[in-house]
C-alpha cells in the first residue's frame, strides 16, 4: 500500500483520467479528496467500497474562492492533504482567427488558473507538515501546439511552466512538484474523433494505440510514491512515443 495513510486531492475526478488516478490511489491506501463540477459522488462510493474515505465536492477549480473553501473543508475532515492532483481541464478549440475571446479565457481559467488556485492553497497546508506531493496533469499539446487548439496549448505549456516555478519555491520544505504530459488517451475528449483522423494520428505514436487513463494513473500513483522522493519539476510523458 504505497499511498497508506496519505490523503490525496484530485480535481477533474469524475471521470476519464481523474477517475483513474484516484480510484489506483484509493487501492494504494489513499484517502480522496474528490471535485468535479458535478460532485463525484459515485466514485466516492467506489472508494468507499475499497475501505478507503471519501469526500466528493462540486467545485469550479476557476473561483478562487470555491477552491480555497474545498481546501479548507477537506483539512476539517482529514487534517491533512498529502497530494495535489491538479487534473481539472476543459478543452474549447477553435482557430486562431476565429476563437471568440470567451473561449480563450475559459480554458486559461479552468486549465491554468484552477492548478495555480488549488497550488497556492494546497500548499500552505503542505508547508507546514514540511512535506507533500504536487502533480499536474498537463498535455503534449503544450509541448509541441496544435493548429485549432491555441488556447488549450497556452494553458498546458503554463502548467509546465508553474510545475518548475512551484519546484523551484518549495522544494526545500520537501515538498515535489512534477508534471505529466499525456498523449492522446482514450477518453471523453477522444471519443468524438473520426476513425479517419484516428488512423492518421496513431501513425505518428510509436507504440501504435491510444493510451488508457490507466496508464496516467500508474505514472501519478508512482510519483505521489516513496519512490519519487528525489524526483521534481520534470515532465513524464505518457504518450506511446509520441514526443522524444
Known amino acids: 500500500m504505497q499511498l497508506s495513510n496519505n490523503v490525496a486531492f484530485i480535481t477533474g475526478a469524475r471521470r476519464g483520467i481523474g477517475r483513474a488516478i484516484a480510484l489506483k490511489y484509493a487501492q494504494q491506501g489513499a484517502d480522496c479528496v474528490l471535485l468535479a463540477r458535478s460532485a463525484p459522488t459515485e466514485l466516492a462510493a467506489e ?69 495555480f488556485y488549488c497550488t497556492k492553497a494546497v500548499s500552505r497546508h503542505m508547508l507546514k507538515a514540511e512535506r507533500g506531493r504536487i502533480i499536474n496533469i498537463s498535455s503534449v499539446i503544450g509541448q509541441m501546439g496544435n493548429a485549432g ?42 471519443s468524438d474523433m473520426s476513425e479517419e483522423a484516428r488512423k492518421q494520428l496513431l501513425k505518428n505514436i510509436p507504440l501504435g494505440a491510444l493510451g488508457e487513463p490507466e496508464d496516467v494513473a500508474e505514472v501519478a500513483l508512482f510519483l ?19 514526443i522524444m
Open 47 to 115: 472508494i468507499e467500497a475499497l475501505g478507503r474515505k471519501a469526500l466528493a465536492l462540486a467545485v469550479d477549480v476557476s473561483d478562487a474562492d470555491a477552491v480555497d473553501a474545498s481546501v479548507k473543508q477537506a483539512i476539517a475532515q482529514f487534517g491533512r492533504i498529502d497530494v495535489l492532483v491538479n487534473n481539472a481541464g476543459i478543452a474549447q478549440d477553435g482557430l486562431l482567427l476565429r476563437m471568440k475571446l470567451e473561449q480563450w479565457q475559459n480554458v486559461i481559467d479552468v486549465n491554468l488558473s484552477g492548478a
Open 224 to 242: 505521489a510514491s516513496p519512490g519519487a522522493r528525489y524526483i521534481t519539476g520534470q515532465v513524464l510523458n505518457v504518450d506511446g512515443g509520441m
Open 149 to 190: 487548439q491555441a488556447n488549450y496549448a497556452a494553458s498546458k505549456a503554463g502548467m509546465i511552466g508553474l510545475t518548475k516555478s512551484v519546484a523551484k519555491e518549495l522544494g526545500s520544505r520537501g515538498i515535489t512538484c512534477n508534471a505529466i504530459a499525456p498523449g492522446f488517451i482514450t477518453t471523453d475528449m477522444t
